[in-house]
């Protein structure tokens, strides 16, 4: 079945840094690729996603591109804000229909 | 502003009892509407999948008596917890699609704690 594995742990950097989450996945097909935000106390935000391969997301100084070779779709920001923290969920969506698969999630804190 | 509502944001209940949410489609019409559930720290779980007039579709290892799906209208889809314990205390989110397009709608989600 369909997967997203996003790497373990928290993250915590300064502000101005940069920042890298990586996503990977397991499907068959050809999904749809997304990063959700969640900040704290509220639901999920749609942050940017990308349909096919090749195609790069990007929003609010966010990007991801997604690579079918690698199968994944590594989030980046190059230079971070305070504003940014929250917990940052990579996700696929079947072809076809509009079940998600989510990864567990990365919390990102940064630190003025 | 939001295209899908969830009602309540937050509800506490006792043990036993049994909760209601709502999950609305603001400007459009849905006919099938999906339910997560995310777990503090941890990631969002797809209980069931709503559908308009039909039975819900729900994920393996998800008791349908205990989590009563209804999605009785084009833009209304409920989530019943019955005999609620401490351990459905959770984060519930829906989310839904318009049928013309691809883009996926999350309600702002409902904190449920059961004492």
């Known amino acids: 079945g369909n997967s997203v594995t996003q790497m373990e742990g928290p993250v915590t950097l300064s502000e101005e840094a940069f920042l890298t989450i990586n996503c990977t996945y397991t499907?068959?097909?050809?999904?749809?690729l997304f990063w959700y935000v969640q900040y704290p106390g509220e639901g999920l935000q749609l942050l940017l996603k990308?349909?096919?391969?090749?195609d790069k997301g990007s929003n609010k100084g966010f990007e991801a591109t997604y690579r079918k070779e690698t199968t994944s779709f590594h989030l980046e920001k190059g230079s971070v804000q305070v504003s940014d923290s929250a917990v940052y969920f990579c996700?696929?969506?079947?072809?076809?229909?509009?079940?998600?698969?989510f990864g567990k999630g990365n919390q990102v804190v940064v630190i003025p | 502003g939001a295209v899908v509502s969830q009602h309540p944001s937050w509800v506490i209940c006792k043990s036993g009892t049994s909760v209601k949410i709502e999950c609305r489609s603001l400007?459009?019409?849905?006919?099938?509407m999906f339910w997560y559930r995310q777990f503090p720290k941890q990631s969002l779980m797809l209980m069931a999948t709503?559908?308009?007039?039909?039975?819900?579709?729900?994920e393996q290892g998800v008791e349908k008596d205990k989590f009563l799906i209804n999605h009785a209208s084009l833009t209304l889809s409920t989530l019943t917890v019955t005999s609620a314990h401490p351990e459905d205390s959770s984060f519930y989110i829906c989310?839904?699609?318009?049928?013309?397009?691809?883009?996926?709608?999350f309600g702002e989600g409902s904190w449920l704690t059961v004492v």
């Open positions: 996700a696929l969506r079947d072809y076809g229909n509009n079940r998600l698969a």
């Open positions: 989310s839904a699609s318009p049928p013309s397009g691809n883009t996926i709608y």
């Open positions: 499907a068959t097909g050809y999904p749809s």
């Open positions: 990308a349909t096919k391969a090749d």
């Open positions: 400007d459009f019409q849905a006919t099938t």
């Open positions: 709503s559908n308009e007039g039909s039975k819900a579709t729900y």
